[in-house]
C-alpha cells in the first residue's frame, strides 16, 4: 500500500513540524471512524484528519470541510473530556511501523496535570484510535472494540493494558551499509522487491518495485547502492509527493515512482497530496455503503422499466396490422356479392396493388360477409387506439428511465447528507414506503443545503447536488437574471452563477464544476449549455429535477477535480 512505514515516518515529521507544542480547541467525529482534531499551533489554526477507515485509513492535516453529526458519539465526548485544551507535546513514530502517537498534556477536572496518549494504527481493515493514559497504559477507549475472541494476542477494550500490534522484527531501513543489504539479499531465491519487503521495516511492495527500478541492472553492487541513496533522501526529507492517474488504479507516494505510467502531478506537502487524493474517494465509499439499498431499489425500477419498453415494442409490432385490417375490410366491402356465409376464406383482387395481385382473407364461417368486413373494421379501430397508447406507454416509460439514471448519478456524485432528500423523494413520489410519524408530531421542514464554490473572479458559484436541491436552487434561490447552467442531454447537477453577464473564464469555471458533477465525470470533453435562469421552465406535471430551457448556448469542457476542488468555498 502507498502509505507504508516510510510514508508515516514522512508523515509523522510534517506532523512534528506543524503541531507540536500546539493546542487541541475542538474534536469532531462527523463519521464512524473518523476524527477531526482542531489545533491552534504558532499561531496558525489546523484541521488534522484521522481515519480508521478500512479502505481509506489515513492521517492528515486537510483544509476540507465535514458535516458534523447533531449528536456526538460517545467516543468523540470522550475525547473531548480527556483531550480538549491540552498540548500536544510529542509525535513520533513507533518504530517503523504505521503507527503514530501523540503524547498530550492536559489538565483533569480537579485540575491536576494529566498525560494521555492517542495512539493511531493505520493499517488497512484493522486501523485504529486508542486513547491511553499514560502512566498506567491503559485503554480509556478506542474507535473499534477488539474482544479477546476477536484477537488473542491483545485486547483493545476499555480498562485493558494496551499492547501494540505485533513487531514483524524487520531491520530499520535508514543508515545501512552495502554489506549488511547484502546480508539480508539472496540473488538466487526469487524477486528482489519481495524480499525487499520481507527483510526491511517500512518498506510497501510499491516503493520495493521503485527501488528495484531505480537500480537498473539489477545485481549485487547496483540494488544496495540504489536502496542507500533512496533511504538517504527520504530520511533527509527530500520528498516529491506525487499522484499518479492514467493507470488501472491511481497512486500516490511521497517521491516520484518511475516505474509506474500516467499523468502525474506534484504536491509541496504529504498532506495536500492526501487531500487531493482523497477528495471525494471516501465520501463515494459513504454513499455507497450508506446507499446501497437506493442503488438496489432504482436499478430493479430501472430493468423493470427496460424489461417493459421491450414488452410494449413487441406489441407495436403486432398492433401494426392495423392498416392491414383496414384493407382487409375494405376489400370484403368491394367484393359482398362474390361470398356468402359460411365461407371460410376470400380471394379478391388488390386493387391498391397496381399489379393486379389477389389477397386471400380469412372468413368467419358464421358471420355474413357484410358482419366479416365489419369485423376487420373494428379490429382496424382497436389496432388504432392500441398503436396510440403503446406510443404513449413508451414514451412514460422512456421518461421513467432517464429519471431513474439521473438518481443513480447523483447518488453516484453525492455525499452522505445527500442520501436521505433523494430517500424523501421517493417517499414523495410514491415509490417507497413514507416513515410513519407519532401522532401530533410534524415533519419538519429544512430547506436544502447547496454547495458553494467562488469563481476565480470572486463570482458565487452554486450547485444542486439531488432534485431537491436542484428545484431550490433554479426554481427559489437563484434570481431571473442569474446565469443557468446543465450538462447537455446528460444527467448532472443545476448549477448557478450568481450573475447576469459572468466573464468568460467563470461560465467555464461553472461548466467544470457542472461536468464533474455530472454522469459524464470520466469523459474527455463534456457540452454544457447555459442559459438565463429566466429561460428556464418546469413543466407541469413533470418529475422533480427535470426541466425545459431555451436561448442556450454551449461550451465544451473536460472535468477537471482540482479544479473543482480549488474553486470549493
Known sequence: ??????????????????????????????YKNELILQIRSGGTNYKLLISAHPSYARIHLTNENYDNPSSPPMFCMLLRKHLEGSVIEQIEQKDMERIIIFRVKGRSELGDVTHK????????????????????????????????????????????????????????????????????LDFFGGKLDKQLVEHFAGISPLLAREITERSGMVNRETLPKAFIETMNRLQQGSLNPVMITGNEKEAFYLTDLTHLK???????????????????????????????????????????????????????????????????GELLTANLYSMKRGDRQAEVLNYYDENGSTITIALSPQKTPSENAQSYFTKYQKAKKSITHIHEQLRLAGEEIDYLNNLLQQIESGSPKDLEEIREELQDGGYMKKKILKKGKKPKVVLPVLEQYAASD??????????????????????????????????????????????????????????????????????VDFTLVRHVKKPSGSKPGFVIYDHQQTVFVTPDPDLVKRLKK
Not at 502507498?2 to 512534528?16: C, H, N, P, R, V
Not at 493546542?23 to 467525529?29: H, P
Not at 495536500?272 to 442503488?295: C, H, I, P, S, T
Request: proline share 5%; charged share 30%.
Open 262 to 328: 500516467g499523468e502525474r502531478k506534484f504536491f509541496d506537502s504529504l498532506s495536500g497530496l492526501l487531500d487531493r487524493y482523497y477528495f471525494g474517494k471516501a465520501d463515494r465509499d459513504r454513499v455507497k455503503q450508506q446507499g446501497n439499498d437506493l442503488e438496489r431499489f432504482l436499478s430493479n425500477e430501472l430493468k423493470k422499466n427496460k424489461s417493459k419498453i421491450k414488452k410494449l415494442q413487441r406489441s407495436l409490432v403486432d398492433a401494426e396490422d392495423a392498416e392491414k385490417f383496414q384493407l382487409y
Open 117 to 184: 496518549e492517542l495512539i493511531v494504527e493505520i493499517m488497512g481493515r484493522h486501523s485504529n484510535m486508542v486513547l491511553v493514559d499514560s502512566e498506567r497504559q491503559i485503554i480509556l477507549d478506542s474507535i473499534k472494540h477488539l474482544p479477546p475472541a476477536v484477537n488473542s494476542y491483545r485486547t483493545v477494550l476499555p480498562g485493558h493494558p494496551y499492547v501494540f500490534p505485533p513487531s514483524q522484527d524487520k531491520t530499520p531501513p535508514f543508515g545501512l551499509d552495502e554489506e549488511t543489504i547484502l546480508r539480508k
Open 458 to 527: 470572486g463570482t458565487v458559484i452554486l450547485v444542486g447536488k439531488n432534485n431537491k436541491q436542484n428545484e431550490y436552487l433554479t426554481n427559489r434561490a437563484a434570481a431571473r437574471d442569474d446565469t443557468w447552467l446543465h450538462t447537455k442531454d446528460i444527467p448532472g447537477s443545476h448549477v448557478v452563477i450568481k450573475s447576469k453577464d459572468p466573464a468568460e473564464e467563470t461560465i467555464l469555471e461553472a461548466a467544470n464544476i457542472a461536468s464533474y458533477y455530472s454522469k459524464a465525470r470520466s469523459s474527455a470533453s463534456v457540452p
Open 1 to 30: 500500500m502507498s502509505f507504508d512505514g516510510i510514508f508515516t515516518y514522512a508523515m509523522t515529521k510534517e506532523l512534528q513540524g506543524k503541531l507540536e507544542n500546539g493546542r487541541i480547541s475542538k474534536i469532531y467525529q462527523p
